[in-house]
């Protein structure tokens, strides 16, 4: 194969050795998959090439910018194309209202660049500082603020795709409709069958249309299956078109360049934490707190907070706080001081009001509000390097209708109980409904295999058929809730799904598995088993956040891929397998 693809770009930007292979077979998930060769294309021709040989030869095609997935979605056994490389251009425009970017850029570094302007984009997710920008819109990814209002969905303005096909467009040129409409009659024609079915749809599902199900699902944060939404909000194909390539994991395409719209970005900060005897307390603040203005409000269960309260720096109470505690970290952001100033007084007004066990205080200092940001930023490492060795961090992204928060806490607080996840962990955007929890799985075996899969089923059970929630909110569909996309969509939305899939991808050789499955145990094949090496490696949890302040991540191997490695050398080590251990 690595023969053939020099036809389409140079031997140094193919990685085909074993290490290389194996370096790249890891995302943040808990999915492995080894590619059959790793690709740095640096030109759309170069992409249109790819898809080519991918079709011809029948080898699955798979984008990856920063690895920073966690739902499986950047891993693949055939080709990967890595566009961290050489995918890194960038422009403000229109006095900083819109910035433009390549996919292979950190979006931290995208909101640096449109700081000095008092600007920034909508999605802020959690893991900013590492994750791209092509990451970012084929995930629709958001964070703490964004909520369903400010994500890439929202804020998109224009990209330049390539389609399978090797059709590609810059949909900002004035003349892009006609364009496409004309190069491209199927799929423009497709894509509007698409719309008039959703439509045209008599089923009621609980007394609502399909087209009143999309609406309303898409009111909380909902990232399971395709964004149905697009055949709704918009009526040309090619607009149609932009918004499902957002959110859509690479399976439909890809994003050479994107276009967003910028936003404000706040100056003026007032950040307290507020803490409560138990989650329903916590629950019923949500509302008045978010009422007030807050624009973050993160809820962090017992277990959270006790994972991280031996940080340096964080609140002292954090220790005393009673079994079922909760906290509420809000923080109210504006442009102006009249506007923080009035706040401000809503802030004072919604804490009399509150259930609070302990005596709250709202801070502007900068020093003091990295302090109440830090229990909330460090959930993750800290459960990641606290879990047992050899075990793999899960992190699961649900949401739920705000008025059920409480209940569903409590009940996924039940179901870890139940399969003994003692150390498992509640904590997300609460304004939002959004719930993030870790668990730590080991998957060694075929029988702790299958306890997981149990595990999962009874919560899919939970989030989408007891309180019609969103299985995925912001991580993305990946593998891991492929099987389930129907169980929360139901049949024939599902089916539109497919067709659409069919439509743009008729070969099934882009990114097949995500998003799209046809195999019920998808979420529990190709698991991650992390071998033993050395106390300080066991550690690591391969979220790759490391990845982008390495100073020699463009030289050799990255930290991740580094460790990566060293966890397959002892794997092969246990398995004897002196034939790979030598290449």
Request: aromatic share 8%; charged share 20%.
């Amino acid at each position: 194969m690595t023969m053939n693809l020099t036809s389409i770009l140079p031997a140094s930007r193919i990685r085909d050795r074993l290490i290389d292979r194996i370096a790249y077979a890891n995302d943040a998930s808990y999915f492995r998959l080894v590619p059959q060769a790793v690709v740095q294309p640096n030109s759309i021709g170069e992409i249109q090439a790819l898809f080519q040989f991918s079709q011809q030869n029948k080898i699955p095609m798979t984008f990856r910018a920063a690895g920073t997935s966690l739902s499986g979605q950047a891993v693949t056994d055939g080709i990967l194309v890595d566009i961290s490389k050489h995918w890194g251009e960038y422009s403000v425009e229109e006095n900083a209202g819109k910035i433009r970017f390549q996919p292979g850029i950190v979006g931290g570094f995208i909101n640096n660049v449109l700081k000095p302007h008092g600007r920034r984009i909508g999605p802020d997710p959690a893991s900013i500082d590492a994750c791209m920008m092509g990451g970012i819109l084929a995930n629709n990814s958001s964070g703490m603020c964004c909520g369903t209002t400010e994500n890439s969905y929202k804020t998109i303005h224009s990209m330049t795709f390539v389609l399978p096909n090797g059709f590609t467009l810059d949909t900002s040129n004035p003349d892009a409709q006609k364009i496409f409409e004309n190069e491209q009659p199927h799929i423009a024609k497709g894509l509007l069958e698409l719309k008039q079915r959703i439509l045209n749809s008599n089923a009621k599902y609980k007394n609502e249309t399909l087209a009143e199900k999309i609406r309303r699902r898409y009111q909380m944060k909902n990232n399971n299956g395709y964004l149905l939404n697009a055949f709704l909000d918009f009526d040309s194909p090619l607009d149609i078109l932009i918004h499902l390539l957002i959110g859509s994991e690479g399976t439909l395409g890809f994003i050479a360049e994107g276009v967003l719209h910028t936003l404000p970005d706040y100056t003026y900060k007032y950040t307290g934490q507020m803490y409560f005897k138990n989650i329903r307390d916590a629950a019923a603040a949500v509302y008045p707190i978010k009422q007030s203005g807050a624009r973050a409000v993160e809820v962090m269960d017992r277990e959270s907070l006790r994972s991280v309260e031996h940080l340096p720096g964080v609140p002292a109470i954090l220790k005393e706080l009673p079994a079922g505690a909760t906290a509420i970290l809000a923080e109210y952001q504006a442009s102006d001081s009249e506007t923080m100033l009035q706040f401000k007084k809503e802030a004072g007004r919604v804490i009399h009001e509150l259930k609070l066990i302990h005596d709250v205080e709202f801070t502007d200092d900068p020093t003091q509000q990295a302090a109440l940001w830090k229990p909330r930023k460090g959930i993750i490492a800290s459960v990641g390097a606290m879990r047992p060795r050899g075990t793999t961090s899960v992190n699961e992204d649900v949401a739920f209708p705000v008025q059920h928060l409480a209940d569903a806490v409590t009940d996924l607080r039940h179901l870890f109980d139940d399969f003994g996840y003692t150390e498992g962990v509640i904590f997300g955007h609460a304004k939002d409904g959004n719930l993030h929890f870790l668990v730590n799985q080991a998957f060694d075996t075929p029988e702790q295999i299958q306890f997981f899969d149990k595990f999962l089923r009874e919560m899919v059970g939970i989030v989408s058929g007891k309180y019609d929630g969103s299985l995925k909110a912001e991580h993305g569909t990946g593998r891991n809730m492929a099987p389930f996309v129907e169980t929360e969509w139901g049949a024939e939305a599902y089916a539109i799904m497919r067709d659409l899939k069919s439509l743009l991808d008729p070969d099934g050789m882009l990114n097949p598995g995500v998003l799209i499955n046809d195999d019920p145990q998808a979420h529990v094949t190709h698991l991650k088993s992390l071998a033993l090496v050395a106390p300080e490696i066991d550690k690591c949890i391969e979220c790759g956040f490391c990845e982008s302040k390495c100073p020699s991540r463009r030289l050799t191997l990255t930290p991740r891929q580094r460790i990566v490695v060293q966890r397959e050398l002892a794997s092969m080590r246990l398995a004897g397998a002196r034939a790979s251990l030598r290449s």
